[in-house]
């Protein structure tokens, strides 16, 4: 079996693994267990898949009713803080990630997010929203001195990226 039924593993089993775990149990039922219960052939069943007896239980019924459902499909939502942004405020971002280059200053998240939350801008993420929303600008980080993150701009040309981190 697949991932459905490994332990901890959380939510509905895939249409094609509720289709094995019920053909174990009619397998159980047929040929090994012929004199047992059904509830004893369906608590065996789930010890051999790893599912439920509420859960074999249930995937019957479906069979009757007219076939196996598919768990839903998983929908992306949109980010509230990051859809906020408007144009304006996106070049806003951009110039104050860019004022630190002119300052000679290093450009870091920490560094950056106490300026995007003042008002030109009134940022109302944090770190992660601030790193979503500088990728989506066109900026990316590149390690310097060992462990300390530089945002750099994609396009930036290689000469301004040696004289901004200085170990290149």
Same mark, same amino acid.
């Given at each position: 079996?697949?991932?459905?039924?490994?332990?901890?593993?959380?939510?509905?089993?895939?249409? @094609?693994?509720?289709a094995?775990?019920l053909?174990?149990?009619?397998?159980?039922?047929? =040929?090994v267990?012929?004199?047992?219960?059904?509830?004893?052939?369906?608590?065996a069943?789930?010890?051999?898949?790893?599912?439920?007896?509420?859960?074999?239980?249930?995937? =019957?019924?479906?069979?009757?009713?007219?076939?196996?459902?598919?768990? *839903?499909?998983?929908?992306?939502?949109?980010?509230?803080?990051? $859809?906020?942004? $408007?144009?304006?405020?996106?070049?806003?971002?951009?110039?104050?990630?860019?004022?630190?280059? $002119?300052? @000679?200053?290093?450009?870091?998240?920490?560094?950056?997010?106490? =300026?995007?939350?003042?008002?030109?801008?009134?940022?109302?993420? *944090?770190?992660? *929203?601030?790193?979503?929303?500088?990728?989506?600008?066109?900026?990316?980080?590149?390690?310097?001195n060992?462990?300390?993150?530089?945002?750099?701009?994609?396009n930036? *040309?290689?000469?301004?990226?040696?004289?901004?981190?200085?170990?290149?």
């Amino acid at each position: 079996m697949a991932d459905a039924t490994q332990a901890g593993r959380i939510g509905r089993p895939y249409s @094609g693994e509720t289709a094995i775990a019920l053909r174990v149990v009619d397998f159980l039922r047929s =040929k090994v267990y012929t004199t047992m219960t059904e509830t004893d052939i369906e608590a065996a069943a789930s010890r051999a898949t790893r599912i439920s007896t509420r859960s074999l239980a249930r995937f =019957k019924k479906e069979i009757k009713e007219g076939g196996l459902r598919s768990p *839903s499909k998983k929908r992306n939502r949109s980010s509230p803080v990051l $859809d906020s942004l $408007d144009s304006s405020q996106e070049a806003c971002v951009r110039r104050i990630v860019l004022a630190f280059y $002119d300052r @000679g200053e290093i450009p870091t998240l920490k560094n950056i997010l106490p =300026k995007v939350k003042e008002v030109p801008v009134n940022f109302k993420g *944090s770190h992660t *929203s601030l790193y979503k929303l500088l990728k989506r600008l066109g900026f990316c980080h590149k390690k310097v001195n060992g462990c300390r993150k530089l945002i750099v701009k994609e396009n930036m *040309s290689q000469g301004n990226r040696e004289r901004i981190c200085g170990d290149d």
